[in-house]
């Protein structure tokens, strides 16, 4: 064989090599779980828990100590922010709070409250976009005008979780924001709470969250949703008489770390 003959393979494997290692999915997935019954964890399938592991994302805390995260996703405020907020304070809970530019620009106040009152403020982009729709530079400038925002308003430079809008993201998505220093955080607990104008009542949130309350559930409500708001002091007093603490993403985050010090940064 004469020796260009070889080097033409050669060289094919090499390019295919290299193109297959930057070709990352930028396959659309829409986050959805087997909901969790009678305390039994929720679960998306080894597929994700993968996916959400090699990108040190997460969505739900350890199965063996009752734990509850509590989060919520603010695009808009809608009048019920404050008396979560109250609540929150009564009871002594932590939680994250998911928000938008919008949110940043039309509530600033209660945005200083949330954090002047102890909670972490988390990323959930600018626009509120398909994060799989846009480029790879328009995903970094949705996360830093949030950041910087944030910033401005409360003084948070360490803004560190993220979740994608409509629940929408991608392995490359996923990427893009670990390499911009954010932490996916997905959900293991939510009911179609975000419609205002069919909200049902608080026991129809009250029911949802019962049912579905497991160890280590983060749970995702909207602030939008009168039912949530008039639901959650009962929920939360209900769900300490079950023996359920409440933890914030940091503690969560901290121990994660201390059970696996090669993963800190
Ligand atoms: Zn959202």
Same mark, same amino acid.
């Given at each position: 064989?004469?020796?260009?003959?070889?080097?033409?393979?050669?060289?094919?494997?090499?390019?295919?090599?290299?193109?297959?290692?930057?070709? =990352? +999915?930028?396959?659309? *997935?829409?986050?959805?779980?087997? /909901?969790? &019954?009678? @305390?039994?964890?929720?679960?998306? $399938?080894?597929?994700?828990?993968?996916?959400?592991?090699?990108?040190?994302?997460?969505?739900?805390?350890?199965?063996?100590?009752?734990?509850?995260?509590?989060?919520?996703?603010?695009?808009?405020?809608?009048?019920?922010?404050?008396?979560?907020?109250?609540?929150?304070?009564?009871?002594?809970?932590?939680?994250?709070?998911?928000?938008?530019?919008?949110?940043?620009?039309?509530?600033?106040?209660?945005?200083?409250?949330?954090?002047?009152?102890?909670?972490?403020?988390?990323?959930?982009?600018?626009?509120?976009?398909?994060?799989?729709? =846009? +480029?790879?530079?328009? *995903?970094?400038?949705?996360?830093? /005008?949030? &950041?910087? @925002?944030?910033?401005?308003?409360? $003084?948070?430079?360490?803004?560190?979780?993220?979740?994608?809008?409509?629940?929408?993201?991608?392995?490359?998505?996923?990427?893009?924001?670990?390499?911009?220093?954010?932490?996916?955080?997905?959900?293991?607990?939510?009911?179609?709470?975000?419609?205002?104008?069919?909200?049902?009542?608080?026991?129809?949130?009250?029911?949802?969250?019962?049912?579905?309350?497991?160890?280590?559930?983060?749970?995702?409500?909207?602030?939008?949703?009168?039912?949530?708001?008039?639901?959650?002091?009962?929920?939360?007093?209900?769900?300490?008489?079950?023996?359920?603490?409440?933890?914030?993403?940091?503690?969560?985050?901290? /121990?994660? &770390?201390?059970?696996?010090?090669?993963?800190?940064?």
């Amino acid at each position: 064989m004469k020796s260009w003959q070889m080097i033409v393979p050669i060289v094919l494997v090499i390019f295919i090599y290299a193109a297959s290692a930057h070709a =990352i +999915s930028n396959q659309p *997935i829409h986050w959805g779980f087997k /909901k969790a &019954k009678n @305390e039994q964890q929720a679960d998306a $399938g080894s597929e994700y828990d993968q996916l959400l592991d090699k990108y040190g994302g997460f969505y739900k805390g350890n199965s063996d100590e009752k734990i509850v995260y509590l989060t919520f996703d603010n695009g808009y405020e809608n009048g019920y922010t404050g008396k979560i907020l109250d609540i929150l304070k009564k009871e002594k809970v932590p939680a994250t709070f998911f928000v938008t530019g919008h949110y940043l620009k039309s509530a600033s106040d209660l945005t200083k409250r949330m954090a002047d009152e102890g909670h972490i403020i988390g990323n959930h982009s600018w626009s509120h976009p398909d994060m799989t729709q =846009i +480029s790879e530079d328009k *995903i970094r400038l949705e996360l830093a /005008k949030v &950041k910087k @925002e944030t910033e401005k308003l409360t $003084g948070q430079t360490d803004m560190k979780y993220l979740r994608p809008p409509r629940g929408i993201l991608s392995e490359k998505s996923m990427k893009i924001a670990e390499e911009e220093g954010y932490v996916h955080v997905l959900w293991s607990l939510a009911f179609k709470d975000w419609l205002t104008n069919e909200q049902k009542g608080w026991r129809y949130s009250y029911d949802n969250i019962m049912a579905q309350v497991h160890p280590g559930s983060v749970m995702l409500l909207h602030t939008v949703s009168k039912d949530n708001a008039d639901a959650l002091e009962r929920v939360i007093k209900d769900l300490k008489k079950r023996g359920y603490v409440f933890k914030s993403l940091d503690e969560y985050m901290f /121990k994660e &770390k201390l059970k696996n010090p090669l993963l800190s940064n």
